[in-house]
């Protein structure tokens, strides 16, 4: 399927329209048309107006440009640059897209994220990283209906509420999505991470040098840290235990130096799963002092603990808790796939036909990454819903000449000079 060539030109006419052909030429350089047609071939007969492959860039271009429900999907097709560059006839209608995307079933579902899996991995074994460092997280998105596979299970933010509990892997030297399981809701954290983790390792380069994975205390897990340190990889997981607090308070503590505030503390721990013991080292930062009346009313000092379990060599407490720190990051990519690439905002009744989405929409992020850290890491650092306000949600008018396609964009946009030196910088990828 090729992308429809579109011309620019900068005139004082300006309407305002949906601007995703550059990232469609993007898309066409990845060969992601050709991967959909070759993943699920249409079967063509006379009621068949649109193919597969139509239908799911469809629903990539939306979540490129913001669009997130299946009706307004539908408005989204009508659009003249849409139907140019997708190459339709017509609109595709809601029904439509929810009933090719679930036809395609849990087979569909795994078909394609086997595919993206291996597209993930010449695309990191094209980028010669010497260190690779895994952010793993867990995320829950509530749901407000019945949908297959929607339960309840950890939601903070909505307790009590349906939700699915999806789990995410970036490698956080690039911000790229590696890895992503769509989950029900009642799914633990921790559920299945080994395995995850497996197929995780096989999409990175076989030559790779090192793998450093940092994880909350959701993957406080004997299984995990076994496979990690047979492949002789590293680690860093804050610590989940019930008695944690009360095992803290009586270790020797040792006042640091430079600041009186903070104490650390390394001491052996073993669970009962575990085949060995392993090092777990913590830090108690001083909070405050409280009144407590006991004959006398004196001054006792609270504290605020921090534990984590890691093989990383000589480094202690206080500097395990600083890379810790950096983990905060990846809290934002998270933000940026569900809410600006809209990942599990689109939804339909079928949990595999949702899986499909939310994985479509794990691909645009990484198609949005890939392109902005090839052509410019001052775009590639911005969050993606302010760089598309101002590359893509532009002032344009679609207009022919000579069988000619142009783009017509205001003369005075504020960003036309850095629009047009980005645009350059993508067509020399």
């Known amino acids: ?204 380069p076989t030559a790779r040098q090192s793998v450093f994975l940092r994880a909350d205390s959701g993957f406080f897990n004997g299984a995990l840290f076994d496979l990690l340190e047979q492949q002789s990889h590293t680690y860093l997981v804050k610590v989940k235990l019930k008695n944690l607090t009360q095992l803290l308070k009586s270790q020797l503590w040792t006042i640091l130096s430079c600041n009186e505030k903070m104490a650390i503390s390394s001491f052996d721990y073993k669970a009962k799963s575990w085949a060995k013991s392993r090092t777990l080292h913590a830090i108690r930062l001083l909070i405050g002092y409280v009144e407590v009346e006991f004959r006398y009313y004196r001054k006792v000092p609270q504290y605020s603990y921090f534990c984590y379990c890691s093989n990383l060599p000589y480094a202690s407490a206080e500097i395990l808790h600083g890379i810790y720190a950096q983990r905060a990051e990846s809290e934002n990519w998270i933000e940026q796939t569900k809410n600006h690439l809209l990942a599990g905002q689109t939804r339909m009744q079928n949990f595999h036909g949702n899986d499909i989405l939310w994985q479509l929409s794990v691909l645009a992020y990484n198609i949005s990454i890939r392109m902005r850290y090839a052509a410019c890491e001052k775009s590639w650092r ?48």
């Open 382 to 429: 911005e969050e993606y819903k302010t760089f598309r306000d101002w590359f893509i949600k532009i002032p344009a008018k679609i207009v022919s000449s000579a069988r000619n396609i142009y783009i017509k964009m205001a003369k005075h946009y504020h960003a036309a000079q850095r629009w047009t030196r980005l645009e350059h910088l993508i067509l020399q990828i």
């Open 1 to 204: 399927m090729k992308v429809q060539k579109l011309k620019v030109l900068f005139c004082r006419t300006s309407y305002s329209v949906w601007w995703p052909q550059r990232f469609f030429k993007f898309i066409e350089k990845c060969n992601i048309p050709e991967l959909f047609d070759d993943l699920f071939p249409t079967v063509k007969h006379n009621a068949t107006k649109f193919s597969t492959t139509q239908i799911m860039l469809s629903y990539l271009s939306s979540a490129l440009c913001g669009v997130k429900h299946l009706s307004n999907i539908e408005t989204f097709t009508k659009d003249t640059l849409v139907k140019t560059i997708l190459g339709l006839k017509k609109h595709i209608d809601e029904d439509t897209l929810s009933k090719r995307i679930c036809a395609l079933g849990q087979k569909g579902a795994i078909t394609l994220h086997e595919s993206l899996m291996n597209f993930n991995k010449g695309y990191i074994e094209s980028l010669s990283l010497d260190r690779i460092t895994l952010d793993l997280d867990s995320t829950e998105q509530t749901v407000y209906g019945n949908q297959d596979g929607a339960a309840k299970g950890y939601n903070p933010q909505k307790k009590g509420a349906n939700s699915y509990h999806p789990i995410l892997c970036y490698i956080s030297e690039v911000k790229y999505l590696i890895n992503s399981w769509f989950r029900t809701g009642s799914a633990y954290t921790g559920n299945g991470v080994v395995e995850f983790i497996k197929q995780t390792l096989t999409t990175l």
